[in-house]
């Protein structure tokens, strides 16, 4: 069983550009989380699907960031403009349901210049 | 808000020897526990996941405690061997509905040969 993937692994993009981050989870994986590592501190809680649905999108740091799950499959994270402080390592994990345990990709590494 | 901390922040023993990594939290209202490890530049890798209700799960050589009530877990790997170096995260799931996980900035384990 393929686990979560995410894509790219890693991406350079300067100060006001658009970036993209993908995200496979676990195939029948209802629930998709997204977090973040920036340099020095703890990974962060960013937003959690279930299926489609935003079920909590409390960790989101502001509006330059969109997620988005259309048909409840893969997810897409965009971040629009970057900024510096966005950079860092992005990891999505996904659970066969709430509570469950969770299963985390190899994270995008993105850096913002 | 819940806070996570671990300690040691890094630790390096010889091959061989049972170590004791510790994690606590501020806020006992919690759903589980999941232990992770990560290797350098990779994703986590899901060790043990503990219910609140229960004390202490194991695999293998690794065997994780809970005491909720004082918002401690430990984590106990015996015989450890130089494949178990890596670092060492703690994450706890909220009660109430939140599916977020809070992280630990993590224990850095070096196993010399």
């Known amino acids: 069983e393929a686990g979560v993937t995410q894509f790219p692994s890693h991406s350079v993009i300067e100060k006001g550009q658009t970036v993209t981050l993908r995200c496979d989870p676990i195939?029948?994986?209802?629930?998709l989380y997204w977090y973040r590592r920036v340099m020095g501190k703890e990974i962060k809680f960013l937003l959690h699907?279930?299926?489609?649905?935003?079920?909590?999108e409390s960790g989101m740091p502001n509006n330059r960031f969109l997620a988005e799950r259309t048909g409840g499959t893969y997810s897409t994270l965009k971040v629009q403009p970057a900024e510096l402080e966005d950079s860092g390592v992005y990891f999505c994990?996904?659970?066969?349901?709430?509570?469950?345990?969770?299963?985390f990709g190899p994270g995008t590494r993105l850096t913002v210049l | 808000k819940q806070e996570v901390t671990q300690i040691p922040a890094a630790l390096s023993v010889p091959e061989g020897e049972n170590l004791v990594l510790n994690c606590s939290f501020t806020?006992?209202?919690?759903?589980?526990l999941q232990w992770f490890r990560q290797d350098p530049g990779k994703g986590l890798t899901s060790l043990l996941l503990?219910?609140?209700?229960?004390r202490e799960q194991t695999s293998g050589r690794l065997n994780a405690s809970l005491d909720k009530s004082s918002g401690r877990s430990t984590l106990y790997i015996a015989a450890s061997q130089p494949g178990d170096s890596a670092t060492y995260l703690c994450?706890?799931?909220?009660?109430?509905?939140?599916?977020?996980?809070?992280f630990g900035k993590g224990t850095h384990l070096i196993i010399q040969p």
């Open positions: 994990a996904s659970s066969q349901d709430r509570g469950h345990e969770q299963f």
């Open positions: 195939s029948g994986h209802d629930n």
């Open positions: 699907f279930v299926k489609e649905s935003k079920q909590d």
């Open positions: 806020d006992s209202a919690i759903y589980n």
């Open positions: 503990i219910q609140s209700s229960q």
């Open positions: 994450a706890v799931r909220p009660g109430g509905g939140a599916d977020g996980l809070t």
